[in-house]
């Protein structure tokens, strides 16, 4: 036990050091964040923190000699480089989505999937190998999607993944599942030593090569729980609801006011938040990690046979969520 924290220290230690050259030689590296009018940011900051979380976890994984299929690390191999090469050359939208795709079949094609969607009102809901690839499909790239469009506050991304991945840390420390409780373990040691940099003022960002391996990881832990039925799918609504909720409240605002939903602009619910707070990111970033942390302790309490309850609960945080922000007329 004690070999594997010394191991977690030295994991935050190395994402801790990177990250400072990182942004001591921010210059040299010149990977930065784009200035537009989505932008919360006025000077220009590095946009590499990913490099020093996934250099970490990779050693983590190694240190700790982590039973982990070869999909599991390809795939994070590359999510990781299209994110890099993506923060570096912008990415099309549909280079994004043939990523997606492919790092979602290799994970089909290596026993990723999800055939029962759970019981509602008595009933249980098989579905076929199609559906249940269609599913997964939606599901790496919701997940993927999710964790990057909240990326844009400093501190929210890696606040609400580590909350995220604390809540999957406790179902494997409750059940003992060493690869659980490891992965876990060891992105949140990564994170913790680049949230040290990235709280507000933030000195650095993550950028897609950090965000797109940290959807990626959720989506795979989420999957791997399901399937070892330690939680059902829709208990992930409540795990991990705050990416989630924002994508449906950022579809449904951008539709509303008949834009597409896939225009970037200032409609997600932390740039809501932040100017109901009066531009305070710290004082944003602590309400909404404190939103997820609710939801999640939620979501790992229910103790119910019928999965509508929890389906039920989610959609009335939603319509909360929604009446309560968008009532303010906000300029999006």
Not at 289 to 296: E, I, P
Request: contains cysteine; proline residues 2%.
């Amino acid at each position: 036990m004690m070999m594997e924290i010394s191991y977690l220290i030295v994991v935050f230690l190395v994402s801790f050091c990177i990250i400072y050259f990182l942004v001591k030689y921010k210059n040299v590296i010149n990977i930065q964040a784009h200035i537009n009018h989505r932008s919360l940011h006025t000077v220009t900051v590095p946009n590499s923190g990913g490099i020093a979380i996934f250099i970490a976890f990779i050693i983590g994984l190694v240190l700790l000699d982590v039973e982990v299929g070869y999909e599991v690390v390809l795939s994070m191999s590359i999510v990781f480089v299209f994110g890099l090469y993506d923060d570096i050359y912008t990415a099309s939208t549909r280079e994004k989505f043939l990523v997606l795709f492919l790092v979602a079949n290799i994970l089909f094609f290596n026993a990723y999937e999800i055939k029962y969607l759970g019981t509602y009102l008595g009933y249980d809901i098989q579905i076929s190998s199609f559906a249940s690839y269609i599913f997964l499909v939606f599901v790496i790239v919701g997940f993927i999607n999710g964790m990057n469009l909240i990326d844009g506050l400093d501190g929210l991304v890696s606040t609400i993944g580590i909350i995220i991945l604390s809540s999957f840390l406790y179902i494997g420390l409750k059940v003992s599942d060493q690869f659980l409780i490891s992965i876990t373990s060891l992105y949140i040691a990564s994170l913790l030593g680049y949230l040290y940099f990235n709280w507000s003022p933030a000195k650095i960002f993550m950028g897609d090569n950090g965000s797109l391996p940290l959807g990626l990881i959720i989506a795979i832990i989420a999957i791997h729980c399901v399937q070892m039925q330690y939680i059902t799918p829709i208990s992930i609504l409540m795990l991990a609801a705050f990416p989630i909720l924002d994508t449906f409240f950022v579809i449904t605002q951008r539709i509303r006011s008949g834009k597409s939903p896939f225009v970037a602009d200032k409609s997600h619910i932390h740039h809501i938040v932040y100017r109901q707070q009066k531009n305070k990111t710290s004082r944003t970033v602590i309400i909404l990690g404190l939103m997820q942390l609710l939801l999640s302790y939620i979501g790992l309490g229910f103790k119910i046979k019928d999965d509508s309850l929890i389906l039920g609960l989610f959609i009335l945080v939603f319509l909360i969520l929604y009446f309560t922000l968008s009532p303010c007329k906000e300029k999006l």
